[in-house]
Each structure stands twice: as structure tokens, then as C-alpha cells.
T-cell receptor, first 112, second 113 residues
Framework: QQQVKQSPQSLIVQKGGISIINCAYE??????FPWYQQFPGKGPALLIA?????SEKKEGRFTISFNKSAKQFSLHIMDSQPGDSATYFC???????????FGQGTTLQVKP | DAGVTQSPTHLIKTRGQQVTLRCSPK?????VSWYQQALGQGPQFIFQ???????QRGNFPDRFSGHQFPNYSSELNVNALLLGDSALYLC????????????FGPGTRLTVL
């Protein structure tokens, strides 16, 4: 069964620290791995995404690290800020189908 | 440039009733996908519409149906509502050819009593 497993379920980080969220997948056909940020009462917002031909992608304070052999990818949030407090979802899809399979989510709290 | 819009924002129905949710995609987008997000869970793919046809479907019963109009807007219909259908229903839009890159609307919160 196609699954994406996300950890941890919740995370507390001090302001200025690094937040790290991990995801693991089973289906080797997955070829697109986005991360979404969701605030309470809002829809998910696309943060950053990666394809398996690269091992890392950075956009501002957000970095995706991708390990194809381990079938794992992670989101690093550098210099975490209280405004980053939200729920983060990893996802995966195959062959540009647009059928995103989401992880269970990680609730991040950044303490001032 | 308007993003993805959804209506209504909130909806309360009783078991057995039928509901219709609406979505207008982001300007320039022609593909609409629908997701169900239960409280505390990640979104689950329901189906996707392109060129007014259902192209992909997730593991949802036939009670869930949809439609796409010539202007690319879309509707999600749910018949014979169950308590378990209570969730946030999300619409995401994308362009054909880059269907994975999806932008979500704010969602419709459906409560079934």
C-alpha cells in the first residue's frame, strides 16, 4: 500500500533553533516530494518540493534533504521563528499524476 | 491574481442528506483535485478532474462524485451523508503537465450531525 510515514507527531523548538521533520516512503515509483505548511483554519500552502534527481534543495530558511536509497526525506527549518508555528505535511506522488499521498503531519511550536 | 477559492466556508448537515461543495481554481489552472482532511490527519485524495472528466480516484465510495465545468471550476457532491464524512474538504488546482504542483484553497468545513 502506498504510504508516507511522518515523524515526529509534534515538535517544540526554541526561537533561532533548527526544526527537523522526517518522512519515509515505501513506493519507489514516487518521484515528487513536496512539503506543505498549514495554519489552523487554513488550507495547506506549498513550501518547497524536490524530485529524486537531487539530494538537497534550499529555499530561504527551508531545506529538503533527500535520501533515495533509504527512501527518506526531511525538512529542515533554519533559524526557526514563532511565525513558523504550524502543522507541516510531507507528501509524495508518482509520474505527475497529481495524486498526492500525505503524511500524518507534524505540529511545530516555536517558543520565543 | 486570485488563488483557489471554495464555498461555502462552513456547512452543517444531518445524516442521510446530500451536500455540494464548490471550487474555483487559481487563474491559469485547468486541473482540480479534491481531498478530505479529517481532524488531526493529513489530507486524503478523493479524485481529480481535467477536461471535465474524472482522471484519478482515491479509495472513496461512489457516494462521492464530482463535476468540472468548462470554466474549470468544480463541484464535489456527497450523497447519503454519514457522521464519518465530517471533515475539512480541500480543493487543489494545478496546470496539466505540472499536476503535482498543487495549490490548495481554504477548504469547506463539513459537519454531519
Amino acid at each position: 500500500q502506498q504510504q508516507v510515514k511522518q515523524s515526529p507527531q509534534s515538535l517544540i523548538v526554541q526561537k533561532g533553533g533548527i526544526s527537523i521533520i522526517n518522512c519515509a516512503y515505501e513506493n519507489t515509483a514516487f518521484d515528487y516530494f513536496p512539503w506543505y505548511q498549514q495554519f489552523p483554519g487554513k488550507g495547506p500552502a506549498l513550501l518547497i518540493a524536490i524530485r529524486p534527481d537531487v539530494s538537497e534543495k534550499k529555499e530561504g530558511r527551508f531545506t529538503i534533504s533527500f535520501n533515495k536509497s533509504a527512501k527518506q526525506f526531511s525538512l529542515h527549518i533554519m533559524d526557526s521563528q514563532p511565525g513558523d508555528s504550524a502543522t507541516y505535511f510531507c507528501a509524495a506522488s508518482t509520474g505527475n499524476t497529481g495524486k498526492l499521498i500525505f503524511g500524518q503531519g507534524t505540529t511545530l511550536q516555536v517558543k520565543p | 491574481d486570485a488563488g483557489v477559492t471554495q464555498s461555502p466556508t462552513h456547512l452543517i448537515k444531518t445524516r442521510g442528506q446530500q451536500v455540494t461543495l464548490r471550487c474555483s481554481p487559481k487563474s491559469g489552472h485547468d486541473t482540480v483535485s479534491w481531498y478530505q482532511q479529517a481532524l488531526g490527519q493529513g489530507p486524503q485524495f478523493i479524485f481529480q478532474y481535467y477536461e471535465e472528466e474524472e482522471r484519478q480516484r482515491g479509495n472513496f465510495p461512489d457516494r462521492f462524485s464530482g463535476h468540472q465545468f468548462p470554466n474549470y471550476s468544480s463541484e464535489l457532491n456527497v450523497n447519503a451523508l454519514l457522521l464519518g464524512d465530517s471533515a475539512l474538504y480541500l480543493c487543489a488546482s494545478s496546470r496539466a503537465g505540472t499536476t503535482d504542483t498543487q495549490y490548495f484553497g481554504p477548504g469547506t468545513r463539513l459537519t454531519v450531525l
